[in-house]
């Protein structure tokens, strides 16, 4: 039972779009969501946050949203460049409690 | 700061023999979790390691164990390898934060 839901495996985006990477969770008990980027040969690095009392974080290129009605968060990179290709991992916790990966998106920033 | 290190990069094993792996992690944490990472999946929690007890646990058998050592540095132990225990292997480190840094992982092949 999948509680991180990333239901999109690819993602193919021109450098200098917008790309949109989207997560739905089932746990509405989860109060901390997370996203983390993995190149090859690399461990996952963390990128931005956000907690259930926003609905939006933005650093940067990043930005997280969260609906929570919806148990649904997306992140946006805008302008997307070529260091952005990887995989994006979802994440959520709740408080303290371990933290429960999707099973990310490849994202391919196309020239 | 040497951030998160894990030891050995590539390990190859077979079936019935015992593993450990190796982590040190970022300088000022103290918890300490270990996830596997199976081809085309996300990271799976395994166990988190908080003053040198393990605080919690994932959905993995008794034969996937743990220790942490008074510096905060972690081992992973799994007994009576299975092909399916071939997976990346990554440690992450935190203290007591929702953030996770993690280290670059532990290729483990079972033959």
């Known amino acids: 039972d999948q509680q991180v839901k990333q239901n999109s495996p690819s993602l193919s985006v021109q450098e200098g779009r917008i790309s949109i990477l989207n997560c739905d969770y089932t746990n509405s008990m989860f109060d901390y969501f997370l996203w983390y980027k993995k190149y090859p040969a690399e461990g996952p690095t963390f990128l931005i946050s956000i907690s259930s009392i926003k609905d939006k974080n933005e650093d940067g290129r990043f930005t997280v949203f969260l609906n929570k009605s919806a148990k649904h968060l997306s992140l946006h990179i805008v302008p997307s460049q070529p260091g952005d290709s990887a995989v994006y991992f979802c994440?959520?916790?709740?408080?303290?409690?371990?933290?429960?990966f999707g099973k990310g998106t490849r994202l391919h920033i196309l020239p | 700061d040497a951030g998160v290190t894990q030891s050995p990069t590539h390990l190859i094993k077979t079936r019935g023999q015992q593993v450990t792996l190796r982590c040190s992690p970022k300088?000022?944490?103290?918890?300490v979790s270990w996830y596997q990472q199976a081809l085309g999946q996300g990271p799976q929690f395994i166990f988190q390691y908080y003053e040198e007890e393990e605080r919690q646990r994932g959905n993995f058998p008794d034969r996937f164990s743990g220790h942490q050592f008074p510096n905060y540095s972690s081992e992973l132990n799994v007994n009576a390898l299975l092909l399916g225990d071939s997976a990346l292997y990554l440690c992450?480190?935190?203290?007591?934060?929702?953030?996770?840094?993690f280290g670059p992982g532990t290729r483990l092949t079972v033959l």
């Open positions: 994440a959520a916790s709740e408080g303290d409690d371990k933290i429960i």
């Open positions: 992450a480190s935190s203290s007591r934060a929702n953030e996770q840094f």
């Open positions: 300088s000022g944490h103290d918890t």
